[in-house]
């Protein structure tokens, strides 16, 4: 799951819902059940499919997903309590005030992880597979391992952030081997690194007093910004494995990425760091909306047509 966030909120009196909203981190659910519907509706135009034929299968699709990727967040909040308390932008998340007690995040997590691979594997047992791997790599690999120890942490977690896709298209289809999704997959993985570069470099303040070892806090700006062209190129690079699918996908995912790497180059001459890396992060978010709703824009013309 894409479940690392830019996460401001106020020390104003918060009412229970609030506080379980904050825990769950209900903003990173949204952003990635776009990505999760994507992967699902592609795969019902793929495969000459209506969204009432598979209606009980997107059903469980979201709810599990959204339950599944409420515990990540839940058991990321967790875990990271003693990091997020050193940082501003985290310090006022309820697992840091004590607004919610420890015992009650972790039934909370491991009750909404069980609820959502059972839902999930009402819709197929793939996409229950996808949703476990999901929860995995994120609770596991990135967050009780890379992200204290090394630079590619962002790398690491981006594995679990490009999951929602898989579990969507699982949902309808167990063949995971179609360009389609492959195409979708990898711009999912690929899309994180300027993202979350972006977020590191404007709270570069935050990482370097919990000493969470983000590229820029450890490597500097310069290698943060020469990696994160690298990556924009990869990801244009990507935009062709949309090529045997649609030539419209194709053209919007180039346009979409030419632009973010035109930002990155001509933005860098003009603009201090933390400017930069405003703009960056703003428009990998227009980046992500636009493509991501194409695709689905897509999917549903497609399946009427």
């Known amino acids: ?50 969204l009432i034929d598979k209606l009980p299968e997107l059903l469980f699709a979201l709810i599990g997903s959204i339950f599944v990727m409420g515990a990540a967040g839940a058991l990321n909040n967790l875990y990271d309590r003693d990091i997020d308390s050193l940082m501003k932008r985290t310090q006022d998340r309820p697992t840091v005030t004590g607004e919610i007690k420890t015992g009650t995040v972790l039934w909370l997590g491991i009750s909404l992880a069980v609820l959502g691979l059972i839902a999930l594997a009402l819709a197929t047992p793939m996409a229950a597979l996808f949703g476990f791997l999901g929860l995995f790599f994120y609770l596991v690999p990135y967050t009780m391992w890379s992200k204290r120890r090394t630079i590619y942490n962002t790398e690491i977690g981006s594995i679990s952030g490009a999951t929602p896709p898989l579990i969507g298209w699982a949902a309808i289809s167990q063949d995971v081997t179609n360009p389609a999704i492959i195409g979708l997959f990898v711009i999912t993985l690929i899309w994180q690194m300027p993202h979350f570069y972006a977020i590191a470099i404007r709270k570069y303040d935050d990482y370097k007093a919990a000493n969470v070892p983000m590229l820029p806090v450890v490597k500097g700006f310069k290698r943060t910004y020469v990696q994160t062209n690298v990556y924009l190129v990869v990801l244009i690079a990507t935009s062709f494995l949309f090529l045997p699918l649609s030539l419209g996908l194709t053209i919007v995912s180039l346009i979409l990425g030419l632009l973010w790497l035109g930002l990155s180059l001509f933005g860098y001459k003009k603009m201090n760091g933390e400017k930069w890396a405003t703009s960056m992060f703003i428009f990998s978010l227009v980046h992500m909306t636009l493509l991501f709703s194409t695709v689905i824009v897509y999917s549903l013309i497609g399946m009427f047509v």
């Open 1 to 50: 799951m894409i479940a690392r966030e830019e996460n401001l909120v106020t020390t104003e009196q918060r009412t229970s819902w609030t506080i379980l909203k904050q825990t769950v981190k209900t903003g990173i659910i949204k952003s990635n059940l776009i990505t999760m519907l994507a992967g699902l509706t592609l795969a019902l135009s793929t495969y000459n499919l209506t």
